[in-house]
């Protein structure tokens, strides 16, 4: 392939990439399997790494984040971010309908619309590109979050048709309810707390620094508001229907997203259709936006100091019924976490039958003072399991007793402890409370961990119960006689299991660091401690320094990990998984990020990048056998530029013929044959 046509093949790639982009993530309806995506974008990447001068920033394989942003930028709005006014009644609807009647002097065609319950955001295009992404901060300016929008799917890069050459478009940035789900779950597998709601945990992901990290999250956005000079059409809903064929996520009404209402009755139409039906949505709202169609009515309506005069919102109540507090309970999680709950007169919330309720912690039970016997008020609100929100005073039993928080595990009887600043109490009997062996046997054996196959969660608890097992360890010591006499084991799956117990000596590094079950150490945080440390050895003599200095690893991640070595029953677990033959270090084929490519060249890295941040450049160069240094002299051989380097660098260095390269050729230059990702690490 020469130049030109591998110009012309990252061409029709992007574009036909951005299409399935589209159909997958916006329309929902993909044409193609994920496989030939995942090919297609394979090759697009190989191309734009053979051919640096070709690759846009705005390319489909950008998605995947890895620019870090240290401190996001202050931007001023071009357009102000105002709110909308809050009604909670249709008395106040029907006011608002007068007062735009009466200024109008004609019947009014208004659009209802969903409230998102998000994070909102303000995103300018120019001439197609996406230029910039704003949170709304204090409406007058926000934080540059760019690089992290840019990685969330629904969210086009390069637009289509016939747009407007500047705009601003806006909209609500939200966890789909299914992925916030999957993300607390894994969340509890490491030992995190469970995040409150969808709102906040966007919010948080958001003002992530490593964008690698929220292009995994699965972000979504739906984008309601245009603004700018020049829009197509004089009509709200005619420019948001003008910037779904832009390639925009924006409501349908084909989804019955939005629709036009000609008067109050059929506004009320569309808030009844959703008060009933937004259970079945997957992602919150938490009212409806009713919006005067009309541009120029808008102009002539209005603002106030703070929102239009030409929009208000309608909030629902969040649906709340009155049910009896029978019990409290305690459960104890796999790390030895005391979760009280509250065990409920069975009650219909929200189309499902609420018999349990989460009560947080000790604090939250003494702040609402909520006791046994008490007429609680249950409410469904942003989390998926319902929360107590307060106690109905009026119908408190005389004899009625404060709550006195559990002292002993229910499980095991031993003396619980609560550690300064935290909420939760714990039990710290995890060698010997049964709930924390198995919960810690069930996560070693997990999909996500060891992935056993042939033994399951059930299983565990029969071997545990059957005194087979005590410790994971024990795992690998099964023999095929202690088995076959117990319940449902027959000989294939006495067979199975033994071989799938066998097999998962070869499940890599990162994995059994996660398995091992060290509180805080999720998934992700266990990829990066393998990748930097190479191994359990290291990561067991690696001090508090060592460990705070690896990318995203904080002062509690890395207490949690030196207690879990200070402990010797915990060290000696690992070195019967050592010798067992569980994979205790980085295989060759993964670690990836060492080489002598670099040997006796020496580097300077100035300015800011795009996929990388200055120290993985660093740590890339040292990995590969190359030498940094701070500025640039005779003895330098590459200077690697970012974006704002200063213009006395880059005279300097061509004065001294120090060869200029971009982080794309950096990469390149170290990926040549090892790897096809386009990524260093
Ligand atoms: S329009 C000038 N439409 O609600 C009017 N806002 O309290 C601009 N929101 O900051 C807002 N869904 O974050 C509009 N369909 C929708 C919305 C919506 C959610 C949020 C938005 C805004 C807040 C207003």
């Given at each position: 392939m020469n130049k030109k046509e591998a110009k012309q093949k990252i061409e029709s790639l992007s574009i036909e990439l951005r299409e399935h982009n589209h159909k997958y993530?916006?329309?929902?309806?993909?044409?193609?399997s994920d496989y030939e995506f995942d090919m297609m974008l394979k090759e697009l990447q190989e191309l734009e790494e053979r051919y640096?001068?070709?690759?846009?920033?705005?390319?489909?394989?950008?998605?995947?984040g890895g620019e870090v942003t240290k401190n996001f930028e202050t931007v001023k709005h071009k357009y102000p971010m105002l709110s909308l006014s809050n009604s909670y009644s249709r008395e106040e609807l029907v006011d608002f309908d007068d007062r735009v009647q009466k200024l109008a002097g004609k019947k009014v065609e208004y659009t209802c619309e969903l409230k998102y319950d998000g994070v909102a955001i303000g995103i300018s295009y120019k001439n197609g590109r996406l230029e910039r992404a704003v949170t709304r901060?204090?409406?007058t300016q926000g934080d540059d979050i760019t690089t992290n929008v840019?990685?969330?799917?629904?969210?086009?890069l390069q637009l289509k048709g016939d747009y407007p050459d500047e705009f601003e478009i806006r909209g609500e940035i939200f966890y789909p309810l299914s992925v916030f789900r999957a993300l607390n779950e894994k969340r509890e597998e490491a030992g995190e707390d469970r995040l409150a709601n969808p709102r906040n945990a966007a919010s948080g992901t958001l003002k992530m620094q490593d964008s690698a990290v929220v292009a995994e999250r699965k972000l979504d956005c739906y984008l309601y508001y245009v603004l700018g000079?020049?829009?197509?059409?004089?009509g709200h809903l005619e420019n948001l229907k003008a910037a779904a064929s832009w390639g925009f996520k924006a409501p349908s009404e084909e989804k019955k997203l939005i629709r036009t209402a000609k008067n109050i009755d059929e506004i009320f139409d569309f808030i009844d259709y959703w008060d009933e039906?937004?259970?079945?949505?997957?992602f919150e709202i938490d009212g409806i936006v009713i919006k005067v169609n009309d541009y120029d009515l808008q102009e002539e309506l209005g603002y106030t100091a703070k929102s239009p005069r030409w929009a208000i919102a309608y909030k629902f109540k969040a649906e709340q019924v009155e049910t009896k507090l029978n019990k409290i309970t305690y459960q104890v999680g796999r790390t030895g976490a005391i979760t009280p709950v509250a065990n409920l007169e069975p009650i219909l919330l929200a189309g499902t039958t609420v018999k349990r309720a989460s009560l947080h912690n000790a604090d939250q039970i003494a702040k609402l003072d909520i006791r046994e016997g008490d007429t609680v008020q249950v409410e469904k609100g942003g989390e998926i399991i319902p929360k107590i929100v307060g106690v109905n005073l009026d119908l408190r039993p005389d004899d009625s007793q404060p709550t006195q928080y559990?002292?002993?595990?229910?499980?095991?009887?031993t003396k619980l402890i609560r550690l300064e600043g935290e909420a939760q109490h714990y039990c710290p009997n995890a060698w010997g409370c049964p709930p924390q062996i198995k919960g810690k046997m069930a996560h070693f054996i997990s999909r996500k961990a060891m992935?056993?196959?042939?033994?399951?969660e059930e299983t565990v608890e029969q071997l545990y119960e059957a005194g087979l097992?005590?410790?994971?360890?024990d795992i690998y010591t099964l023999k095929k006689e202690e088995l076959?006499?117990?319940?449902?084991?027959a000989e294939k799956s006495v067979n199975n299991l033994l071989e799938g117990v066998e097999k998962?000596?070869?499940?890599p590094f990162p994995k059994v660091l996660f398995a091992i079950?060290?509180?805080?150490?999720?998934e992700t945080v266990a990829k990066k401690l393998a990748k930097h440390f190479k191994s359990m050895e290291a990561i067991r003599a690696a001090s508090f320094e060592e460990l705070v200095?690896?990318?995203?690893?904080?002062d509690k991640i890395a207490e949690s990990i030196l207690h879990f070595f200070e402990e010797e029953r915990n060290r000696e677990l690992v070195n019967r998984l050592a010798d067992i033959g569980l994979q205790m270090e980085i295989s060759a084929e993964e670690?990836?990020?060492?080489?002598?490519?670099?040997?006796g060249l020496t580097f300077v890295v100035s300015g800011v990048f795009e996929k990388f941040s200055r120290k993985e450049l660093k740590q890339a160069i040292e990995d590969h056998g190359g030498k940094n240094v701070g500025s640039i002299s005779?003895?330098?051989?590459?200077l690697i530029a970012g974006d704002k380097m200063g213009p006395a660098k880059k005279e300097k260095a061509e004065k001294m013929g120090v060869k200029l390269i971009t982080e794309n050729d950096f990469s390149e230059m170290i990926n040549s044959q090892a790897e096809t990702q386009g990524r260093l690490f």
């Open positions: 993530y916006v329309e929902d309806n993909p044409t193609i640096p001068e070709f690759a846009d920033s705005n390319s489909p394989t950008k998605r995947v901060g204090d409406g840019k990685t969330i799917r629904s969210v086009p000079e020049e829009l197509p059409y004089d039906e937004r259970s079945a949505l997957n559990a002292t002993h595990c229910p499980e095991c009887e992935d056993i196959e042939g033994l399951g097992i005590k410790s994971i360890a076959l006499p117990l319940e449902r084991m998962s000596k070869q499940v079950g060290i509180r805080y150490v999720g200095a690896v990318d995203e690893i904080g670690d990836t990020s060492k080489s002598s490519k670099l040997e005779g003895k330098t051989d590459y």
